[in-house]
């Protein structure tokens, strides 16, 4: 499975857009690129997810570099709510494995 | 719609004491997932079932767990014995297939605590 690596934490400001970095270098030309994340004392949640092109729903958005070795989360307003550890996760077409990592614990302050 | 169900949400038992957990999958969804998540880590996949098959089961301690979904809807957990290593969060998700752009759904978990 290809690895991710992410920040152990972050801090944003209320109101304020927040990028959430994810390197993949060793990433496949089929690897999908999934982002998840985790509220306390919740399961994980779907947030978004892309091949190659940047991808945008209600939730977020994920921009994707040309060369696919990276891509980045964007909440574009963080809210108190926003507060929770986000995965980011590679997987191939078929088989729908997610291998979760440490992730990233965002801490979103008022 | 309701969501995945698992219960029960929290159990405190004795080492060597069996455990199991339930979950009730989203309707329709074919594919049901168990994970383990310890404090701090991110979760780990289990088993996965395509309907009443497990198609996934290389990560689960076979010498002590089992699982099974006799009609491809609900599934149950088992742990027997349960050891102190045990004590974790165990999380059932469910997803409409195997591709990977099909947004797996997670339940709230059962907490285990092994005394």
């Known amino acids: 499975d290809a690895k991710t690596t992410q920040p152990n934490s972050m801090e944003s400001n209320e109101e304020e857009p927040v990028h959430l970095p994810c390197n993949h270098s060793t990433i496949s030309g089929t690897d999908y690129i999934h982002w998840y994340r985790q509220l306390p004392s919740q399961g994980p949640e779907y947030v978004i997810h892309?091949?190659?092109s940047n991808v945008n729903n209600r939730m977020a958005s994920l921009a994707i570099a040309e060369d696919r070795k990276s891509s980045t989360l964007i909440l574009h307003r963080a809210t108190l709510r926003d507060a929770a550890v986000y995965y980011c996760i590679l997987s191939p077409e078929y088989g729908n494995k997610l291998v979760f990592g440490a992730g990233t614990i965002l801490r979103v302050k008022s | 719609e309701a969501g995945v169900v698992q219960s029960p949400r929290y159990k405190i038992i004795e080492k060597k004491q069996p455990v199991a957990f339930w979950c009730n999958p989203i309707s329709g969804h074919n594919t049901l997932y168990w994970y383990l998540q310890n404090l701090g880590q991110g979760p780990e996949l289990l088993i996965r079932y395509e309907n009443e098959e497990a198609v996934d089961d290389s990560q689960l301690p076979k010498d002590r767990f089992s699982a099974e979904r006799l009609k491809g809807v609900d599934s149950t957990l088992k742990i027997q014995p349960a050891e102190l290593g045990d004590s974790a969060v165990y999380l059932c998700?469910?997803?409409?297939?195997?591709?990977?752009?099909?947004?797996?759904?997670f339940g709230p978990g059962t907490r285990l605590t092994v005394l």
């Open positions: 892309g091949l190659t």
């Open positions: 998700a469910s997803s409409l297939g195997f591709r990977t752009a099909n947004e797996q759904f």
